[in-house]
């Protein structure tokens, strides 16, 4: 009986090796086909996804200014400045699929150069904002930076981060924007390099990722400030727009816009924009009259969070803004007094609005609020992601 015990054992071991192949072959077509599945995802999300760049003028001193522009399959449009990183364009579809240009601006360089005062689109730095007196205090040394905002310093001085020629550069699907600010820049210490990245997905998001180093303790605050019009550039009042924050606390400020240093509930003021809020509306509940000019808390910094929904009815466009900044300065353009831009459209008072994502203003100066300070060895860096679509 003993060879019949031992036929027994070879045919167990045939079959358990028969299915450990089986399995083997299982698994390696479901390793297959789940990277087949990954690739072909990778594949179909760069489909029509297009980067070219042309010419758009001279500064000055004899730059070249160059004009990008990224493109998706869905023919969203967004065009961008080597000058300032501009955003000067933003196409998107309503629910109809009709394209409108959805952010202000001018059709020509030498208007940005001449007459963009109200920061049309641009990268905002070395400190987006407002600074209290053009001061503050770090590691024991006074800094004096330029007033051009009243008695305040703001977005950087009287050349900033907007009016300066980036190093551009385009990797695959990104547009990479690098700019190095020098020691003693506007007043500002250290030597500090900055790169912005910006990429239009397949799905309507326009990315935006900052980074930044410095050869010696500094403060630094950088943003975007692109207005947005989600019924069109040409079409006049945003008070139709209605919106929804994601921010129980804000900002209250003095008369000049600098932060009284408390945070306070939105509850119960006009700053409670938790529930959807129609902004014509709310705009002359406003304390000051002047619409918000106001920085809404969002959370802590370095997670990102959605931050706040917009929505045009007449339109369907919808607008998804989620940083992982501590803060946006939510701006309704109460500023703008018959600035000529596009076209030949005359942009007037509420004719935008900006959601500028942010650590607080006049943070060098308010040790209650999150740090802006950045030291030699660390890394600055942000995510700031517009999402538009349709409703």
Known sequence: MAPLKKTGDRNICLILLALSLIIVVLLAVVIYLATRESVCK?????????????KFGNTDDGEAVYRFT?????????????????????????KNGKLSDITLG????????????????GLIGRYANRIARGKFTLDGVNYTLAVNNGPNALHGGLKGFDKRIWVDDIVENRLILTYTSQDGEEGYPGKVTVTVTYELTSDNRLIIDYTANTTKPTVINL????????????????????????????????????????????????FDLTNETRLGDRLP???????????????????MKHGAWVLHPESGRTLNFYTTEPGVQFYTSYY???????????YHQYGGFCLEAQ?????????DFPTTVLRPGEIYKQTTVYHFGVQ
Not at 42 to 54: N, V, Y
Not at 289 to 302: A, E, S, T, V, W
Request: hydrophobic content about 30%; aromatic content about 12%.
């Open 223 to 270: 943003t975007n400030h692109a207005y947005f019009n989600l019924g069109g550039q040409e079409t006049g009042s945003i008070a139709d727009h209605v919106v929804r924050f994601e921010a129980d606390h804000y900002l209250p400020v003095d008369n000049t816009s600098i932060p009284t240093g408390f945070i306070a509930p939105v509850h119960g003021t006009a």
């Open 336 to 346: 703008l007094n018959n600035v000529t831009g596009k076209g030949g459209v005359v």
């Open 42 to 54: 990778e594949t179909d999300d760069s489909e029509g996804m297009s980067i070219t760049k042309e």
């Open 106 to 121: 001018f059709d020509d360089f030498e208007a940005y150069k001449t007459k963009n005062d109200p920061y049309f689109g």
């Open 359 to 367: 650590h607080y203003p006049d943070s060098p100066n308010q040790p």
């Open 70 to 94: 990224l493109k998706n399959k869905k023919n969203m449009v967004v065009r961008i400045l080597n000058y300032g990183g501009i955003i000067t364009n933003l196409f998107t579809p309503d």
């Open 285 to 303: 509940q406003v304390t000051g009259g002047i619409g918000f000019d106001h920085n809404f808390c969002l959370g802590k910094p370095n997670w």
